[in-house]
């Protein structure tokens, strides 16, 4: 009797301790995962979607048409300033340069007649891009002499701090596109990674995949700097011709009005030469690289003549910060000067 | 004996119940079971790991935490984790800076003049500590941010520079409180309205042709809960809106994330508002580098140097400079002497609200950065 009644006690007590944790267990689960229901009404949402619906190739459009209204409003108010400064570039062109340089198509702004041969024993190109008013004898024959003597005296400086900032105002908007010779600019530090895409080891048909990642910001201008893979990679220079000129023309598909640049593909260094068959054949590459960015309204900027064997890295392919410093002043000059 | 059950119970409960990645409420990663390792067990990482996951995953965490809230309230405790529970449901964080930091208004003032060609603004906005002091429980103690703003001010010397000019918010927000809601009750941040005010007084200091007017309000939120909520774990019943202020001659943007490398037409975030913290509406969070190209025919180049307070401003600044940059310093991995030779900024902004500039130690590390190629 005494035990029944116990009994039917811790019966009611259990029913009621039972009852009080299954309402528990429901209510934390409840909590625990029903509370993401959405707290922003449709209509909230779609206004914020729909704010962000223009494409960004019709801002970047919209925007490059304001900037030139306004360039040209500001060129009108500079037109009567003279331009003695310009530095000149194509009229100072050498005749193993000239085949290039006619691809470089920098318009020449200044009066022809006005070059004079240059006293450059101490300028630099930095300068020059910088401080125009020092370097208006400066002309592009005598300072690919005086970065020819520095090379072979191996005495070409670091870029000074004029001359980093030039580059980083000249190539602001453009990205360095390629494999480990393109990386190679982001880790000596001449530009942040923002203005580098590239993929160690990259063949075109791979540099294809990566067409969107250098489309994303949106750049005016892409720079191309690969190295030796494709020698390898390529048995057919055809194939290589093929996938290079779908490269270029994803690029212009992408990036609507973008200016393209290419950097030679530079040999081997003579000792890896001698040990690599394969990638002996680089001159015939780039020999190819020259004629497909001629057919394709590429620029093609020869910087094969930066090479010095003491400026590879022991590997007989990549270049050291010297290369890159010369190549760069180069740049500067070819791009800037105006 | 119920007792034991209980426990019991629990312990079987806590052992089947699925464990959590994500605590929405407090916004934070939560600890996962942990694996048993020889070299665990012997540095006793181990067993600090089961502790926290044990913390972490208890059965109905969120439960506990409103009930020890609930307890709170009925006790009459209103101060956790430096938040005070106020009044009209505002939690207000507790200014705890005594300390005037030497070395940022040193790093700050060298900045400030190295670039003596730009002209800088510096805007300190103060919080609901300062602002909605009378909103704070009766007699809490706290150091005032008010002082310490004077103070800081004061030995700065920033005051005298020439091309630095202060523009102080204060009075401004105090008078507009009275009338509008300028902070958000659970969240730190200032309510977009609490910005146009702030931004009224900055664009007569930088001569900006500012507008109420060209400007028109729209609610995306209205049941918005911030981060003090969840750090303090006083729940409020009171939900807050979230507006924007768009202006109302079509402005053409490209918002360009320079560490990401992605870019966006808008500098509102979808994402961001049906995010974790809906806050983000405003550019989707905080960046190392956003670049803003606008449509503004202005031809100012604005350098903008801020917290998270600034988000809810941009929207008023980009109708007048062509460009703005917006460096947020605790996650900025640039140079940024580099970057204002590049830039070719007019102005320079800094601004930060007072409580994150007082405990701030990534601004004076940007500031001093020397570059080398």
Redesign the interface.
Same mark, same amino acid.
């Given at each position: 009797m005494r035990n029944n009644k116990n009994a039917k006690l811790i019966g009611i007590?259990l029913a009621i301790?039972g009852g009080f944790?299954i309402v528990?267990?429901a209510?934390?689960?409840i909590?625990?995962?029903g509370?993401?229901r959405?707290?922003?009404?449709p209509e909230? +949402?779609s206004?914020? $979607?729909n704010?962000?619906?223009?494409?960004?190739i019709d801002?970047?459009a $919209?925007?490059a048409t304001?900037e030139q209204t306004?360039m040209q409003s500001q060129t009108q108010e500079l037109a009567e300033v003279p331009s003695d400064g310009q530095i000149d570039i194509a009229a100072g062109q050498s005749e193993d340069q000239s085949a290039e340089a006619s691809q470089v198509q920098v318009v020449d702004q200044n009066n022809e007649g006005q070059t004079n041969v240059a006293d450059t024993s101490d300028q630099t190109a930095g300068q020059a891009a910088s401080d125009q008013a020092a370097s208006q004898d400066t002309t592009l024959e005598s300072l690919i002499a005086e970065w020819n003597r520095q090379l072979d005296e191996d005495t070409v400086a670091?870029?000074s701090?004029e001359e980093?900032?030039a580059v +980083?105002?000249l190539f602001?908007n453009t990205i360095f596109f390629g494999d480990s010779m393109t990386q190679a600019i982001g880790e000596?530090?001449?530009l942040?990674m923002?203005n580098i895409?590239y993929q160690r080891s990259a063949t075109i048909d791979v540099l294809i995949g990566k067409v969107a $990642?250098v489309a994303?910001?949106?750049p005016k201008q892409v720079i191309i700097f690969t190295g030796l893979n494709d020698c390898n990679h390529y048995t057919e220079i055809a194939d290589y011709r093929r996938d290079y000129v779908t490269m270029i023309e994803q690029l212009k598909a992408a990036i609507p009005g973008v200016k393209i640049v290419v950097s030679s593909l530079l040999p081997p260094s003579d000792a890896l030469g001698q040990v690599r068959a394969d990638l002996v054949r680089a001159p015939l590459f780039d020999q190819e690289l020259r004629s497909i960015c001629a057919e394709n309204g590429v620029t093609y900027v020869d910087s094969t003549w930066i090479v010095r064997q003491g400026n590879y890295l022991d590997d007989g392919i990549h270049m050291n +910060?010297t290369f890159y410093r010369v190549w760069f002043r180069y740049l500067l000059t070819l791009f800037g000067g105006q | 004996m119920?007792g034991v059950? %209980?426990l019991l119970?629990l312990t079987v409960?806590s052992l089947l119940w699925p464990s =959590?990645r994500f605590s *929405?409420?407090e916004r934070r990663n939560l600890s996962q079971r942990p694996t048993l390792s020889y070299e665990g067990l012997l540095d006793g990482s181990f067993s600090d790991d089961v502790e926290s996951y044990l913390a972490d995953q208890y059965? *109905? =965490?969120?439960?506990w935490v409103y009930l020890n809230s609930l307890q709170n309230r009925l006790l009459g405790i209103d101060f956790q984790n430096g938040i005070y529970r106020g009044k009209d449901g505002y939690l207000i964080q507790r200014f705890d800076t005594t300390k005037i930091d030497a070395e940022k208004q040193t790093a700050l003032a060298s900045f400030l003049e190295r670039h003596s060609d730009i002209s800088s603004y510096l805007m300190l906005v103060p919080t609901t500590s300062w602002i909605l002091a009378d909103h704070l429980p009766t007699g809490a103690p706290q150091e005032s941010e008010k002082d310490w703003y004077e103070k800081w001010l004061e030995t700065s010397g920033l005051q005298n520079q020439e091309n630095v000019t202060i523009v102080e918010t204060a009075e401004e927000l105090s008078a507009a409180a009275k009338e509008h809601q300028i902070y958000y009750r659970t969240d730190h941040h200032w309510t977009t309205y609490g910005a146009s005010v702030g931004f009224e007084k900055l664009a007569e200091k930088m001569n900006l042709p500012y507008e109420k007017v060209d400007f028109e309000p729209?609610? &995306?939120?209205?049941?918005?809960q911030g981060t003090m909520m969840s750090s303090s774990g006083f729940y409020s019943g009171t939900k807050d809106s979230i507006d924007?202020y768009?202006p109302k001659e079509p402005e053409? /943007? %490209?918002v360009?994330n320079?560490?990401a490398?992605?870019?966006?037409?808008?500098i509102? !975030?979808?994402e961001g /508002? /049906?995010g974790n913290d809906?806050y983000e &509406?405003f550019l989707g969070g905080n960046y190392g580098?956003l670049n803003i190209?606008t !449509?503004s025919?202005s031809?100012r180049k604005l350098l903008l140097l801020k917290d998270s307070y600034a988000n809810a401003m941009i929207g008023f600044l980009t109708p007048y400079f062509s460009e703005i940059d917006l460096v947020d310093p605790r996650y900025y991995s !640039?140079?940024l002497e580099?970057q204002i030779? &590049?830039g070719?900024y007019t102005d320079i902004l800094i601004l930060y609200n007072l409580q994150s500039f007082a405990s701030d130690t990534s601004l004076s590390l940007v500031l001093g950065k020397e570059? *080398?190629?």
């Amino acid at each position: 009797m005494r035990n029944n009644k116990n009994a039917k006690l811790i019966g009611i007590a259990l029913a009621i301790l039972g009852g009080f944790l299954i309402v528990f267990v429901a209510i934390g689960m409840i909590f625990t995962f029903g509370l993401k229901r959405s707290t922003v009404t449709p209509e909230a +949402r779609s206004l914020v $979607e729909n704010l962000g619906t223009k494409s960004e190739i019709d801002v970047v459009a $919209e925007l490059a048409t304001l900037e030139q209204t306004e360039m040209q409003s500001q060129t009108q108010e500079l037109a009567e300033v003279p331009s003695d400064g310009q530095i000149d570039i194509a009229a100072g062109q050498s005749e193993d340069q000239s085949a290039e340089a006619s691809q470089v198509q920098v318009v020449d702004q200044n009066n022809e007649g006005q070059t004079n041969v240059a006293d450059t024993s101490d300028q630099t190109a930095g300068q020059a891009a910088s401080d125009q008013a020092a370097s208006q004898d400066t002309t592009l024959e005598s300072l690919i002499a005086e970065w020819n003597r520095q090379l072979d005296e191996d005495t070409v400086a670091n870029l000074s701090e004029e001359e980093q900032i030039a580059v +980083r105002s000249l190539f602001a908007n453009t990205i360095f596109f390629g494999d480990s010779m393109t990386q190679a600019i982001g880790e000596y530090g001449f530009l942040d990674m923002s203005n580098i895409v590239y993929q160690r080891s990259a063949t075109i048909d791979v540099l294809i995949g990566k067409v969107a $990642e250098v489309a994303a910001t949106f750049p005016k201008q892409v720079i191309i700097f690969t190295g030796l893979n494709d020698c390898n990679h390529y048995t057919e220079i055809a194939d290589y011709r093929r996938d290079y000129v779908t490269m270029i023309e994803q690029l212009k598909a992408a990036i609507p009005g973008v200016k393209i640049v290419v950097s030679s593909l530079l040999p081997p260094s003579d000792a890896l030469g001698q040990v690599r068959a394969d990638l002996v054949r680089a001159p015939l590459f780039d020999q190819e690289l020259r004629s497909i960015c001629a057919e394709n309204g590429v620029t093609y900027v020869d910087s094969t003549w930066i090479v010095r064997q003491g400026n590879y890295l022991d590997d007989g392919i990549h270049m050291n +910060r010297t290369f890159y410093r010369v190549w760069f002043r180069y740049l500067l000059t070819l791009f800037g000067g105006q | 004996m119920t007792g034991v059950i %209980l426990l019991l119970f629990l312990t079987v409960i806590s052992l089947l119940w699925p464990s =959590r990645r994500f605590s *929405a409420s407090e916004r934070r990663n939560l600890s996962q079971r942990p694996t048993l390792s020889y070299e665990g067990l012997l540095d006793g990482s181990f067993s600090d790991d089961v502790e926290s996951y044990l913390a972490d995953q208890y059965p *109905a =965490r969120d439960i506990w935490v409103y009930l020890n809230s609930l307890q709170n309230r009925l006790l009459g405790i209103d101060f956790q984790n430096g938040i005070y529970r106020g009044k009209d449901g505002y939690l207000i964080q507790r200014f705890d800076t005594t300390k005037i930091d030497a070395e940022k208004q040193t790093a700050l003032a060298s900045f400030l003049e190295r670039h003596s060609d730009i002209s800088s603004y510096l805007m300190l906005v103060p919080t609901t500590s300062w602002i909605l002091a009378d909103h704070l429980p009766t007699g809490a103690p706290q150091e005032s941010e008010k002082d310490w703003y004077e103070k800081w001010l004061e030995t700065s010397g920033l005051q005298n520079q020439e091309n630095v000019t202060i523009v102080e918010t204060a009075e401004e927000l105090s008078a507009a409180a009275k009338e509008h809601q300028i902070y958000y009750r659970t969240d730190h941040h200032w309510t977009t309205y609490g910005a146009s005010v702030g931004f009224e007084k900055l664009a007569e200091k930088m001569n900006l042709p500012y507008e109420k007017v060209d400007f028109e309000p729209v609610t &995306v939120h209205t049941k918005f809960q911030g981060t003090m909520m969840s750090s303090s774990g006083f729940y409020s019943g009171t939900k807050d809106s979230i507006d924007l202020y768009l202006p109302k001659e079509p402005e053409t /943007l %490209l918002v360009t994330n320079k560490e990401a490398q992605t870019t966006a037409t808008t500098i509102y !975030s979808e994402e961001g /508002l /049906l995010g974790n913290d809906p806050y983000e &509406v405003f550019l989707g969070g905080n960046y190392g580098l956003l670049n803003i190209k606008t !449509s503004s025919t202005s031809g100012r180049k604005l350098l903008l140097l801020k917290d998270s307070y600034a988000n809810a401003m941009i929207g008023f600044l980009t109708p007048y400079f062509s460009e703005i940059d917006l460096v947020d310093p605790r996650y900025y991995s !640039s140079d940024l002497e580099m970057q204002i030779a &590049v830039g070719q900024y007019t102005d320079i902004l800094i601004l930060y609200n007072l409580q994150s500039f007082a405990s701030d130690t990534s601004l004076s590390l940007v500031l001093g950065k020397e570059t *080398a190629e």
